[in-house]
């Protein structure tokens, strides 16, 4: 009997641990799935400007969007008509004693920052 309680008590822990793990994998998923649709339709109505945007997508995640100009390396271009910026995206959630951070990036072309100021 005793042999049984202990594979009992060990089999157990596994389980909790993979529904820990499931738990974990399914709020990561969630987040992906946040911050593609934040990614998707950033600035598609209004022009990309540099800073930093900051809000929630629920009372559970936080988010934090810091777009700045990007350029490839090598030699630049000047007077382009278009220009690479950087969207870095930060997702926190989770409680103060175990929080989450994910992070996100991506390109997007736009117009430079001189003339963004009159086009729509």
Known sequence: MLLLA???AALMKVAGGAIALSRNAAA?????LWARSLLDSAYVTEPLQPGRRSG???HAYRWQLDVTPWNPP???VDGAMLQLYRLDLT????SAARPQV???STLRLGTPVA???GAP
């Open 56 to 58: 929630s997508f629920d």
């Open 74 to 76: 090598g030699p630049r």
């Open 102 to 104: 994910a992070h996100f």
């Open 115 to 117: 003339a963004a100021g």
């Open 28 to 32: 990561h998923d969630e987040v992906a």
């Open 6 to 8: 202990i594979a009992f």
């Open 91 to 94: 997702v926190n959630w989770g």
